[in-house]
């Protein structure tokens, strides 16, 4: 340890942006279990989307610092046929406050894929918007590191939704929304 420095400043300091607080708590409307309506727009905005139904748990993790999500469902995929065909779909997320960082930060992996999506943002005054950005490959049109745009929105304490939005087509291209309602 160089000479001069408080170890027990040091160590509050640390202990300071190991614990969770406020920002936290921001994210406590997305805890619990939940019904999901996604609708996906294969064609972009503006054409028919194609909608799927499934759940979703969230329980917090480590100590109150991340919240874990798991879901099940469906994804209505094109078939080579032009048809559409519901494939099982499953999820796994976690989300968390960087209190070094001062940001947002989550990671996202499921079973339509094998990459991992990380994302990292800030939430509105209010804390009922949160906006991410992250990016994102495109196998089916070979791309890599598509720029994407998540963004979190409380309705009511019973309702959110999370958007996906391709900012590589453009700024509001909205490719995917779910729905979420707090099973009672």
Known sequence: MPD??????ML???LKTASPGEHHEALEPFAGKFTCVTKM??????TPASETEGTATREW???GRFLQE????????PQADGTMKAVPFSGLG??????FRNMYEGVWGDSMGTQMLTYNGAASPDKKKFTYYGTMDEPMLKVTAR?????????DENTHTFE?????????????????????
Do not use: F
């Open 4 to 9: 001069g420095i408080d170890q027990t400043k």
């Open 12 to 14: 509050e300091e640390y």
């Open 41 to 46: 727009w294969w064609g972009g905005p503006g």
């Open 61 to 63: 993790q480590l100590g």
């Open 70 to 77: 798991t879901m099940s469902s469906q994804m209505r995929m």
């Open 94 to 99: 976690m989300i968390g406050y960087n209190n």
């Open 147 to 155: 720029y994407v745009k998540y963004v979190s929105t409380i309705i």
């Open 164 to 184: 996906v939005y391709d900012l590589h087509a453009a700024e509001n291209y909205k490719v995917m929304e779910i729905t979420y309602k707090r099973v009672k």
